[in-house]
Each structure stands twice: as C-alpha cells, then as structure tokens.
C-alpha cells in the first residue's frame, strides 16, 4: 500500500487499516499484483497494476501517446524461499499479466544491491537480464526501467 495510499489511507497506517484499503481496490475490481505459488501454497506476491492506480512514481511522461504502462513497484519473498530464482519467475509473469491486461510498457523503479532502502523494488540486475532498460532516475536511489512489450 506504500504506493496506492491515498492521503487519508496514509493517516491510518496500521495492518487492518491497509487491509481494507487493498481489499476495497480488488472489491472494486482494480487491479493490484499477483501472487507466486510453491505446491500450491502462495510463497510470493509482487504488486503489478496500471500506473495511474498508484501515486507519483517518477517515471516517465507519456501523456499523449498512447502507451499503456503498467507500474512494477514491489516484490515479496517469503525468507525461506529466497535465493532460488523466484524473482525471476514471479518478474516474467508479472509482465505476461500486464500484456495481457492491454500493457505496452512495464515500468519499474529498482536499486542497486547496496542500496540502504527501496530493496523490495527488486535490483537493476534482475531487470536488465529481463531485458528491461535504463530510461532514467527516480530520486537518489531508484533507477526507472522500462520494458516494451512486444506488439
């Protein structure tokens, strides 16, 4: 919810409270991410979704042009199943999910590995062996990378 928070959402900043407020987006049929499964247990999620649904993100401008971007703003893990290659998959189904939900353009927001905050916007890495490219910078930390989806 850092990202969809509206400024009243944003006063009530607790576990139920952000429940709802997700829940009352999905209730309304917006979308919000998808979920990674292990043997049928879900073990991921990562937050996917048109980039209007979500605040100022820093990317590109593209009023007027056409393009359908879709936002990438976030990864979950579950600890234990860290380190074998979900991020990957759960990346890659993420940008099946937007094309074909009518995105052109996935946009995303990562760091650097050493970065001190941000790290659940994924690393520059898993995104450019994506094939995801630098088109510039979102404050001091996040990179912003697009992917363009083949039409």
């Known amino acids: 919810?850092?990202?969809?928070?509206?400024?009243?959402?944003a006063?009530?900043?607790d576990g139920a409270s952000r429940r709802a407020a997700m829940k009352s987006r999905i209730d309304a049929g917006?979308?919000?991410g998808i979920l990674g499964?292990?043997?049928g247990v879900p073990v991921a999620w990562c937050s996917i979704?048109?980039?209007e649904t979500y605040r100022a993100l820093g990317g590109l401008d593209d009023t007027g042009t056409g393009e359908q971007v879709w936002a990438l703003v976030c990864f979950f893990?579950?600890?234990e199943h860290r380190g074998q290659g979900l991020a990957k998959g759960l990346l890659l189904a993420a940008i099946d999910h937007a094309a074909r939900n009518g995105a052109t353009i996935v946009e995303a927001y990562p760091v650097d590995p050493d970065s001190p905050?941000?790290?659940f916007m994924g690393f520059v890495e898993t995104f450019t062996k994506a094939g995801f490219l630098k088109v510039g910078r979102a404050g001091q930390r996040r990179y912003v990378m697009r992917f363009?989806?083949?039409r």
């Open 11 to 13: 006063k009530k900043p």
């Open 30 to 32: 917006v979308p919000v």
């Open 117 to 119: 905050s941000y790290r």
């Open 1 to 9: 919810m850092v990202w969809r928070s509206t400024a009243a959402e």
């Open 77 to 79: 893990i579950k600890r």
């Open 148 to 150: 363009s989806i083949p």
């Open 37 to 39: 499964y292990r043997d």
């Open 49 to 51: 979704a048109p980039r």
